[in-house]
């Protein structure tokens, strides 16, 4: 226990002398951001920052490797900005029409902070820091990174992710196994009928009503089909019909979001919805279809992984508390290939401030600090949970 404590503190050392140059760097990050595909400068900025060879891949993004040779664990940050105009007023607020309104800065600095550090420290296995391109966007850059194989090449294990979340209490971080992120597929809804002027319904097979009644009655069919233990989240916010107010349209439509943490809920779900939209449809005189555009699967964390990082997380002094949300995240489309693990690093807010992708959402530098440590807790509990007699630091 004390060789743990000791080698944990030369760690934590080594971090706290790259703090100050991380924070600067965040500043300059926020300032000048990049949006998703345009990342070129970010990752050449944040690449130089961590020094060493660094990789192309995936378009825009970087790769980069610390340590022995062999297994590594992978550490990923996101690159990408969101097209939003800042409404911060910091000084070094975003100048441009971009903003780091989901905290991509904040990520870059702390994982930059992590890789300066682990070039001063003994490595039991390898660190690769993947500069993930496109988060914010689809196609996302987690697919590509994956199928360009340089996770392969370097033999990564695992892979690790941290992000800011308002909604975690300030300095706690969430490192709970399972399913903590949603799936997501964009769902569009048809239904067709018959057009005519609003004057002679009869005429006319309006599809209007018919959608009206789909979209209410798909909550219903949510509700009734799915263990109510297992959070479903459908959402349909937009709308459309005819172009004028005295026209029946031959067309009506719905689009929106099914967000689900089981894979055999979405299955069932979309039988369910498809019989739900074409049966009301004909009721009508209609006829009614479902498009789904299947998107990121949900992100489960390895259960061993999750243990050894919240042990490790205890031995830093950093509180823990709960946190799985609907929202969703293109690095569960590592999952996929290998096991995954995500960490919530708490700024507080809650509901009563800015959230995630709000012009408002500035967490505090600290955070630097504070994500630096996670994702540190994260990679040394994921070498633990893969290493099959781990060296002190590790147990």
Same mark, same amino acid.
């Given at each position: 226990? %004390?060789?743990?404590?000791?080698?944990?503190?030369?760690?934590?050392?080594?971090?706290?002398?790259?703090?100050?140059?991380?924070?600067?760097?965040? !500043?300059?990050?926020?300032?000048?951001?990049? #949006?998703?595909?345009?990342?070129?400068?970010?990752?050449?900025?944040?690449?130089?920052?961590?020094? /060493?060879?660094?990789?192309?891949?995936?378009?825009?993004?970087? #790769?980069?490797?610390?340590?022995?040779?062999?297994?590594?664990?992978?550490?990923?940050?996101?690159?990408?900005?969101?097209?939003?105009?800042?409404?911060? !007023?910091?000084?070094?607020?975003?100048a441009n029409d971009a903003m780091h309104a989901c905290g991509h800065d904040v990520h870059l600095a702390g994982v930059v902070a992590l890789a300066r550090a682990a070039r001063r420290v003994a490595l039991p296995l390898g660190l690769v820091v993947v500069l993930q391109p496109r988060e914010e966007v689809a196609p996302t850059g987690a697919a590509d990174v994956l199928a360009s194989g340089v996770l392969e090449r370097h033999d990564v294990r695992l892979i690790v992710g941290a992000h800011v979340q308002p909604l975690v209490p300030a300095g706690a971080v969430s490192a709970d196994p399972g399913p903590v992120n949603a799936a997501v597929d964009e769902i569009e809804i048809t239904v067709m009928g018959r057009g005519g002027h609003s004057a002679y319904p009869h005429l006319a097979v309006d599809p209007v009503p018919a959608l009206c009644a789909t979209v209410a009655a798909l909550q219903e069919t949510v509700r009734s089909a799915v263990d109510p233990m297992h959070p479903v989240v459908l959402t349909l916010p937009q709308l459309w019909g005819a172009a004028a107010p005295n026209v029946v349209p031959e067309r009506a439509g719905a689009a929106g979001t099914l967000r689900t943490m089981h894979v055999e809920d979405a299955r069932l779900l979309y039988e369910r919805m498809t019989r739900t939209v074409e049966g009301i449809a004909a009721a009508h005189g209609c006829r009614g279809e479902v498009v789904v555009r299947r998107g990121e699967p949900p992100l489960v964390n390895d259960a061993v992984a999750a243990e050894r990082t919240r042990e490790v997380?205890?031995? %830093? /002094?950093?509180?823990?508390?709960?946190?799985?949300?609907?929202?969703?995240?293109?690095?569960?489309?590592?999952? #996929?290939?290998?096991?995954?693990?995500?960490?919530? #690093?708490?700024?507080?807010?809650?509901?009563?401030?800015?959230?995630? !992708?709000?012009?408002?959402? %500035?967490?505090?530098?600290?955070?630097?600090?504070?994500?630096?440590?996670?994702?540190?807790? /994260?990679?040394?509990?994921?070498?633990?949970?893969?290493?099959?007699?781990?060296? !002190? %630091?590790?147990?």
């Open positions: 226990m %004390l060789e743990t404590r000791r080698l944990l503190a030369e760690w934590d050392a080594a971090l706290q002398a790259e703090l100050p140059d991380a924070v600067e760097l965040r !500043h300059r990050l926020h300032a000048s951001p990049e #949006v998703s595909g345009a990342e070129e400068r970010t990752a050449e900025l944040v690449a130089a920052a961590i020094g /060493g060879e660094a990789e192309r891949v995936a378009g825009t993004g970087r #790769v980069l490797r610390i340590g022995p040779p062999g297994p590594a664990v992978a550490v990923r940050a996101e690159l990408d900005a969101l097209p939003l105009v800042e409404q911060t !007023h910091a000084p070094w607020a975003s997380l205890a031995q %830093l /002094g950093v509180p823990t508390a709960p946190f799985a949300s609907c929202g969703s995240d293109d690095f569960a489309t590592y999952g #996929v290939a290998l096991p995954t693990l995500m960490l919530f #690093v708490g700024t507080g807010e809650g509901l009563a401030g800015p959230m995630l !992708h709000d012009p408002r959402y %500035l967490p505090s530098d600290d955070r630097v600090r504070e994500l630096a440590r996670a994702a540190l807790a /994260g990679w040394i509990g994921s070498a633990g949970a893969l290493t099959p007699d781990p060296p !002190h %630091l590790l147990r």
